[in-house]
């Protein structure tokens, strides 16, 4: 039955993708087999051990963890999990973020969120992320690759994955890597296999190291995002709730009642104004203004100024 729904798949991937069409050809039948059914408990353990570490050592903390946790070589309960001191599961290797997962995902399992083997072959596909997600430290991408090499499940397309996107990015001749959410919308035509198309991506980048991977027939074009405008000052007080709007109204009063236009002026921004007015001759005041406090020679500039000014306003009086 495999081989049949393997055969399908490419028939239509291949129908409706011609460049895609093209990787499956330079690749040849797909050999995407389902590893063996185990519990989801030991599979998400797993994944935990798995994250941010390569295999080899990957392989060895959990194999000091069945070990040291495990009763006869097999792989240990969420029971056990609990009941295993913090220094066990140290000195098997796992850091403190990685036990709290651990046990997170221990106590979720005796809970029933995360569902034993029979019961999530029973459920769909985003109710099985929804409810695995819960868990600390498992993402959706991890989930996903349960999906699809456990459960089986043909019409996963994993467009987190980096080596999904560079697959297409190098399939399809792009300069630049696609966004998720743009994969997920050109994706939509290799449903219900997308499983299939995204191991078929994934091989696209080995074929590209060994420069096999054939050129693309044509250019294509990613369907566009709509873009979220930022919202304009207009557009903030048409939303804004009415205690918000009164606020804005409110203004300052005057002495006498009357509502002021505009906020009353800081003290050192009228000493700058003032700084930068022309002096009107014959002003004593704007002679004093002009002269900056504290700097080096005011008072020298000050009594030579004022002299000048006084002078010629004698004059005036005299005419």
């Given at each position: 039955m495999a081989a049949?729904?393997?055969?399908?798949?490419?028939?239509?991937?291949?129908?409706?993708?011609?460049i895609l069409g093209g990787v499956i050809?330079?690749?040849?039948?797909?050999?995407?087999?389902?590893?063996p059914d185990c519990a989801p408990f030991q599979t998400l353990a797993q994944a935990i051990a798995h994250q941010q570490l390569n295999g080899t050592a990957a392989n060895t903390i959990l194999g000091r963890f069945i070990r040291s946790c495990g009763t006869d070589g097999l792989f240990p309960t969420p029971q056990a999990v609990l009941a295993a001191p913090e220094a066990t599961l140290r000195a098997a290797g796992f850091s403190y973020a990685k036990i709290?997962?651990?046990?997170?995902?221990?106590?979720?399992?005796?809970?029933?969120v995360v569902p034993d083997h029979e019961t999530l072959r029973t459920l769909g596909d985003e109710e099985i992320i929804t409810r695995l997600t819960q868990v600390r430290g498992i993402g959706r991408w991890t989930v996903e690759m349960m999906l699809m090499f456990r459960l089986g499940r043909p019409d996963i397309?994993?467009?987190d994955d980096f080596g999904v996107r560079n697959g297409f990015r190098l399939a399809y001749g792009l300069k630049k890597m696609p966004s998720p959410k743009a994969l997920a919308l050109f994706g939509a035509r290799w449903a219900p296999h997308r499983s299939v198309a995204a191991w078929f991506l994934w091989r696209a980048v080995e074929l590209a190291r060994a420069g096999k991977l054939p050129q693309p027939l044509e250019r294509i074009r990613l369907p566009r995002l709509p873009?979220?405008?930022?919202?304009t000052r207009s557009t903030r007080k048409r939303h804004a709730s009415p205690?918000?709007?009164?606020?804005?109204?409110?203004?300052?009063?005057?002495?006498?009642?009357a509502a002021r236009s505009r906020a009353a002026?800081?003290?050192?921004?009228?000493?700058?104004?003032?700084?930068?007015?022309?002096?009107r001759r014959g002003s004593l005041r704007a002679a004093a203004v002009t002269v900056r406090k504290g700097a080096p020679g005011a008072r020298r500039k000050s009594q030579a100024v004022v002299p000048r000014l006084a002078?010629?306003?004698?004059?005036?009086a005299r005419r």
């Open positions: 049949i729904m393997s055969e399908l798949a490419i028939a239509h991937l291949s129908t409706v993708d011609p050809r330079a690749v040849g039948p797909s050999t995407m087999v389902v590893e709290a997962s651990l046990r997170d995902l221990a106590e979720k399992t005796l809970s029933l397309l994993p467009v873009r979220r405008h930022r919202a205690r918000a709007r009164a606020a804005t109204r409110r203004t300052p009063r005057a002495g006498n009642g002026p800081s003290k050192a921004r009228t000493a700058a104004h003032k700084a930068r007015a022309p002096i002078k010629a306003r004698s004059k005036r």
